[in-house]
């Protein structure tokens, strides 16, 4: 089985940064990658698929990069609203799909 | 607009069983499959299975299989997660799913839409 790392498990920062997490997959998914971002209370929300495709109404500051088994979520100016946690996920294969273990961030 | 509305929360006794429904509005049920996702206090998801919408075909994850059932009533438009022999560890946040269309997402999707979570507490 295919297992999704993600790092770093926490990360505090101040409103207005350059905030970037990593997903590692254990191998090669092509660019089958999705970030979802989590609020506290909340259902999951899709920001970006395919590894570097914005999901419809997400704000530009989220991006993504990566393909293989290395990917990246940037949040290019942080925002007091992006307080969640943030969740990779591969699905490149019908029927199965898996989550990285989560990244929660902080707002110093 | 899509909306998937799931039962409400539940306390067991361990070794019970739970049923959770996944009530689906806004699109054309059949022509999507729905996930299960659990998540337990302050812990992260973790995907539980796949149904087919169209044909009940279903797919398990391991660690769960041979306790778990999910079914679907097109004539209501509901998905069913069932899960058995209920332990302390299997309370948790369940969430449907729905796989997103292939057509938008290309030969394999993610999750476009959520269900606002069902709480499973299993305790004695």
């Known amino acids: 089985d295919i297992q999704m790392t993600q790092s770093p498990s926490t990360l505090s920062a101040s409103v207005g940064d350059r905030v970037t997490i990593t997903c590692r997959a254990s191998?090669?998914?092509?660019?089958?990658l999705a970030w979802y971002q989590q609020k506290p209370g909340k259902a999951p929300k899709l920001l970006i698929y395919?590894?570097?495709s914005l999901e419809s109404g997400v704000p530009s500051r989220f991006s993504g990069s990566g393909s293989g088994t290395e990917f990246t979520l940037t949040i290019s100016s942080l925002q007091p609203d992006d307080l969640a946690t943030y969740y990779c996920?591969?699905?490149?294969?019908?029927?199965?799909?898996?989550f990285g273990q989560g990244t929660k961030v902080e707002i110093k | 607009q899509v909306q998937l509305v799931q039962s409400g929360a539940e306390v067991k006794k361990p070794g019970a069983s739970v049923k959770v429904s996944c009530k689906a509005s806004?699109?054309?049920?059949?022509?999507?499959?729905i996930n299960w996702v659990r998540q337990a206090p302050g812990q992260g998801l973790e995907w539980m299975g796949w149904?087919?919408?169209?044909?009940?075909?279903?797919n398990y994850a391991q660690k769960i299989q041979g306790r778990v059932t999910m079914t679907t009533d097109t004539s209501t438009s509901t998905a069913y997660m069932e899960l058995r022999s209920l332990r302390s560890d299997d309370t948790a946040v369940y969430y449907c799913?729905?796989?997103?269309?292939?057509?938008?997402?290309?030969?394999?999707?993610?999750?476009?839409?959520w269900g606002q979570g069902t709480l499973v507490t299993v305790s004695s």
């Open positions: 799913a729905r796989e997103g269309p292939r057509g938008r997402y290309g030969d394999y999707a993610p999750f476009d839409f």
């Open positions: 806004g699109y054309t049920f059949m022509n999507y499959g």
């Open positions: 149904i087919s919408a169209y044909n009940g075909k279903t």
């Open positions: 191998q090669s998914i092509s660019s089958w």
């Open positions: 395919k590894a570097s």
């Open positions: 996920q591969k699905y490149n294969s019908y029927f199965i799909w898996t």
